[in-house]
């Protein structure tokens, strides 16, 4: 992890972490990371708040909160809640992804750790075990996407609030035409979840939706690109994605640029997020 991003997630004590640099200061010639870019524009974006240490903007960590993050992935969220010292649970489909989550955060403050190696789609959890659950880029890879909600509204004590992610329709639609076809094959996606329908599962499991956002325009281009770069993804270096991260560079730097990225992020977001709570009142 390199050390913009080690700021970004908070790791670092950073609580204002810079825009990515370039090079000599000379834009149009330094490599851009896009990596570093992407996680600077997901801040942007609401995404890793280091001075109100809110995993995403309206969903603040503290160290009373036990934090579930459901297909933790490489652990950026976990990360982010361990650091400020909530008792974190790690759950992943994928054995080698927990190994490495339970090893990068073995040296954080957090209050206590867990993790689960879990296939089935019930977790493996005891009714209303946690205050935040996070879910972020699951929905699209099950068999049945409202039983996993079930089980997310079931492990939230009341109040708990929810931060859940799923790839925009818009975006899939244009991978669809580019991306090989087992991007949408097992156990990558297998479905595209519209924003109104994304929505009814969240509600449909009890939870109240509060906020709906969109973010990473950059990702979805990028995406495309990627594709055509015909690269492995361990180490993404073409020009064409060089050029693609130092344009997007040059845009949150030029004056208006970040008022259109707004307006692209809304138009096609490599994501939407909702951020929901569980009912005071809610039966488990």
Partial sequence: MSELSKKLLGLT??????????VGGCAQCAAVDARDL????????GWFQ?????????VSISPDDVVVDVGCGDGGALSFCATRGAHVIGIDVDEEVIASVRKRLTDSPARRMEFFHNTDPVLPLADETASRV???EVLEHVDDPTQVMAELA?????GARYLLSVPDALQENLQKLVAPDSYFQKPNHVRIIGRDEFEDLVRNAGLVVEQHEYYG?????????????????SNPVHPLLDQWSR??????????GMEL???????????????????MNAAA
């Avoid at 004590?13 to 370039?22: I, L, T």
């Avoid at 280091?50 to 309206?58: H, L, P, Q």
């Avoid at 079931?154 to 009341?158: A, D, N, S, T, V």
């Avoid at 344009?247 to 208006?256: A, D, K, R, S």
């Fill in 13 to 22: 004590g950073d609580a204002h972490p810079p825009a990515p640099e370039p």
């Fill in 50 to 58: 280091n001075a109100t240490n809110e995993v995403f903007k309206g």
């Fill in 247 to 256: 344009t997007w560079q040059t845009l949150l730097e030029t004056e208006g």
């Fill in 134 to 136: 996070i879910c972020t």
């Fill in 261 to 279: 990225r707004k307006k692209l992020d809304s138009f096609m977001p490599k994501s939407q997020v909702i951020v929901a709570s569980k009912p």
């Fill in 38 to 45: 992407g996680l600077h524009d997901a801040v942007l974006s």
């Fill in 154 to 158: 079931r492990i939230g004590k009341p």
């Fill in 217 to 233: 325009f950059f990702w979805s281009i990028w995406w495309a690109m990627f594709w055509t770069a015909k690269v492995d993804l």
